[in-house]
Nanobody, 128 residues
């Protein structure tokens, strides 16, 4: 049985940095598209960043572009978060999609319904 486990969340001051990790077990993450989502209190879960499995390119929501960096290796995905803002406060989830995948579109990879595996989430709190 596969699972994803996130770590690295915490409390940080505005302008600070955190690095989230997402470790896969029971399957090889390298063969999956991987994404980070977040959900702030009272808001819908939204996609933050993703790597399609096909070409390894990285993609970001406009709200985090230039501040967050997604990377991956065989069994772990990472989200480096710099210049954090109070509005980044949320529970962060990693997710994996085993395909098959349509031709690339942002809307596909930003849709949580397309992901097969989810982690339990890690809290990120940014104080002002």
């Amino acid at each position: 049985q596969g699972q994803l486990v996130e770590s690295g969340g915490g409390l940080v001051q505005s302008g600070g940095s955190l690095r989230l990790s997402c470790a896969a077990s029971g399957f090889t993450l390298d063969f999956y598209a991987v994404a980070w989502f977040r959900q702030a209190p009272g808001k819908e879960r939204e996609a933050v960043s993703w790597i399609p499995s096909t070409d390894g390119s990285s993609h970001y929501a406009d709200s985090v572009k230039g501040r967050f960096t997604i990377t991956r290796n065989k069994n772990t995905a990472y989200l480096q978060m710099n210049s954090l803002k109070p509005q980044d406060t949320a529970v962060y989830y990693c997710a994996a999609d085993g395909g098959p995948w349509p031709p690339y579109s942002d809307s596909y990879y930003a849709a949580e319904k397309n992901y097969d595996w989810w982690g339990q989430g890690t809290q990120v709190t940014v104080s002002s």
